[in-house]
Structures are given as structure tokens and as C-alpha cells.
């Protein structure tokens, strides 16, 4: 996969293809990880441009799911939903 991205959004992508399945961090704890802060962590998710390869389902808000693909509620967020459930990282229901 060659995505298209500046420098900072390459890494914060290849930091998330790091992160097994089950496995959830927040924002924060990624962003200290990449010693950045959250709000730009979250646009690198956002621009994400193949989700599905680059897990950013994998990082959520403190307090609940966060956004995922620019969405923070309705469909989108439902698929975040899913796919954590998916991988058992939340439970079904």
C-alpha cells in the first residue's frame, strides 16, 4: 500500500498498523507514544485513506469511541463499533 500523506500522517499510520487486534489505546496514550498531541493524532486518523489496512478503529476518546473517518456519530461510528466488537475489544450488545 503506498498511501499518500505528509511525514507526520505516514507515521502515525505506521504506528497504527503496529497495534494488534483487540488491542485499544486512547488518543493520548498514542499521541505520547509519538510524543505529539491528540487533536493532531486524530486528523492523521481522519485522513486515513484506507481504514480497513490502517487500523484507526484501534484508537478511541477517553470517554467512549471518539470519531472514526471524520464521523462522530450515526453509520460511521457504527462501524467503528463493529469492528472493535470484531476483534473483542468491545462487548456485543
Excluded: S
Excluded at 507514544?33 to 478511541?60: E, K, M, Q, Y
Amino acid at each position: 500500500m503506498a498511501a499518500r500523506g505528509t511525514p507526520f500522517q505516514q507515521r502515525v499510520w505506521r504506528a497504527l498498523c503496529h497495534l494488534p487486534p483487540g488491542r485499544v489505546l486512547t488518543y493520548g496514550e498514542m499521541a505520547r507514544c509519538l510524543g505529539t498531541g491528540a487533536r493532531p493524532l486524530g486528523g492523521a486518523c481522519r485522513a486515513n485513506p484506507c481504514p480497513i489496512l490502517v487500523p484507526c478503529h484501534r484508537v478511541v476518546a477517553r470517554r467512549g469511541l471518539g470519531g472514526y473517518a471524520g464521523g462522530v456519530d450515526g453509520e460511521r461510528l457504527g462501524i467503528k463499533r463493529w469492528l472493535l466488537q470484531h476483534e473483542g475489544a468491545l462487548p456485543h450488545g
